[in-house]
């Protein structure tokens, strides 16, 4: 069984920048995408940005784009996600995904796409 660990969250000020890993657990594990999605208190949970593991492709969501950047280690098995100029509407759990099924520009940034998630790993930013 595949696990996602996540690391690297945390509480920021605003302006400020982090960096999550998502180490996965399987050495021969090979998504066809990866990514990250958030969600914050009585909110419904949204994609943030994804990759696909052959081609590295990218997809960030709007509220992010020219902020977060997303990039993968293929021999490390590890998935990160570069925060820069955080802003407090930046606060939410965030969850490293994976997707061993059918992933392209079509359905990257829905949630049913993934079939393994990890536990997620709170950021907090600070006004």
């Known amino acids: 069984q595949v696990q996602l660990v996540e690391s690297g969250g945390g509480l920021v000020q605003a302006g400020g920048s982090l960096r999550l890993s998502c180490a996965t657990s399987?050495?021969?594990?090979?998504?066809?995408?990866m990514g990250w999605f958030r969600q914050a208190p009585g909110r419904e949970r949204e994609f943030v940005s994804g990759?696909?593991?052959?081609?590295?492709?990218?997809y960030e969501a709007d509220s992010v784009k020219g902020r977060f950047t997303v990039s993968r280690d293929n021999a490390k098995n590890t998935l990160y996600l570069q925060m820069n100029s955080l802003k407090p509407d930046d606060t939410a759990v965030y969850y490293c995904?994976?997707?061993?099924?059918?992933?392209?520009?079509?359905?990257?940034?829905?949630?049913?796409?993934?079939?393994?998630w990890g536990q997620g790993t709170q950021v907090t930013v600070s006004s």
């Open positions: 995904v994976a997707s061993s099924r059918l992933w392209y520009s079509g359905n990257y940034n829905r949630i049913q796409t993934y079939d393994y």
């Open positions: 399987a050495r021969t594990f090979r998504p066809n995408g």
């Open positions: 990759i696909g593991w052959i081609r590295p492709i990218t």
